[in-house]
C-alpha cells in the first residue's frame, strides 16, 4: 500500500509559502530604502544644480506603495514593486550556481523593476511614446539579491551577492540608474521615416510629432526586430 502524500505535500507547501513571505517582506523593505535613498540623493543634486540653473527638474514622486518615479529633467524612471514571487527561468546562470544548487528555495526571487521613459510622455499623456527597462532587481529570502542592467549597472554587481542587501548597495544602484538615464540621449527617426504623416496621426499625436526615443530603447527594439 502507498503512503499517503498528503503530510509530504502540506510540508511543501508550508516551506514555500515561508520563504515567499520571507522573500515578499525583503523585497518591500529594499523598495522603501531605495525610495529614502533616491530622496536624499535628489535633495543634493538639487542643491548642486540650483545655483546654476533653476530650470533643471529634479524630484521624488510616490505613487502608492508599490510604485515611486524619479524624475531627472527630461527624464522619468519609473519604480515598479511586483508583488508576485517568480523564479528564473532554469537555463538562467542563476540557477545553475551552487548557490542555488545547495539551496533551491533561494530561486524564489522578488523583484524590483526600473524603466525610463521620457517625461514629457507621461507630461502629456502620450500613451504610445515608448519606455524600457532599465534595471532589475531581484531579491531572495535570505536578502541576497541579483542586479541586472545594460554597462555599468550590470558589472558593478556580482551575478550574486555573497552578502545580503544593504543600504549603501541601494545607493550605489541609484545612482549608476540615475548616471545612465542622463547619459542617454534622445535620437528621431530619419527624416525620409516621417515625412509623411496622416490627419489621424496628426490629431492623435500632436504633442509627439518629431520626437525621439531613448537610445537605450531603440537598441533593444531594433534587436527584437532582428531576431
Not at 530622496?39 to 533643471?56: G, P
Not at 527630461?74 to 540557477?95: M, Q, R
Not at 529570502?141 to 549597472?153: L, M
Request: hydrophobic share 40%; charged share 25%.
Amino acid at each position: 500500500m502507498q503512503q499517503d502524500p498528503t503530510e509530504n505535500i502540506a510540508e511543501i507547501l508550508l516551506n514555500k509559502s515561508t520563504v515567499k513571505q520571507k522573500t515578499y517582506r525583503n523585497v518591500c523593505k529594499a523598495f522603501k530604502q531605495l525610495q529614502e535613498v533616491a530622496t536624499l540623493l535628489i535633495d543634493v543634486l538639487s542643491a548642486k544644480t540650483t545655483e546654476r540653473d533653476e530650470d533643471i527638474k529634479l524630484r521624488v514622486e510616490s505613487i502608492n506603495d508599490q510604485e515611486f518615479h524619479i524624475q531627472i529633467a527630461g527624464d522619468l524612471l519609473v519604480f515598479v514593486l511586483h508583488t508576485n514571487i517568480i523564479t528564473l527561468p532554469a537555463d538562467y546562470e542563476y540557477n545553475q550556481t551552487d548557490y542555488v544548487s545547495d539551496q533551491p528555495l533561494r530561486k524564489y526571487l522578488g523583484q524590483i523593476n526600473v524603466y525610463n521613459f521620457m517625461a514629457d510622455s507621461f507630461e502629456f499623456n502620450r500613451l504610445n511614446d515608448p519606455g524600457y527597462l532599465l534595471t532589475r532587481l531581484l531579491i531572495n529570502y535570505e536578502n541576497h539579491f541579483i542586479v541586472e542592467g545594460d554597462r555599468q549597472v550590470g558589472f558593478m554587481f556580482e551575478s550574486v551577492s555573497s552578502k545580503p542587501l544593504e543600504k549603501v548597495d541601494l545607493d550605489i544602484l541609484i545612482k549608476l540608474i540615475i548616471a545612465q538615464a542622463a547619459e542617454n540621449d534622445l535620437i528621431v527617426p530619419p527624416f525620409s521615416k516621417i515625412r509623411n504623416i496622416t490627419v489621424r496621426e496628426k490629431l492623435e499625436k500632436t504633442q509627439s510629432l518629431g520626437a525621439g526615443n531613448k537610445i537605450g530603447f531603440q537598441m533593444s527594439y531594433q534587436n527584437e526586430t532582428k531576431a
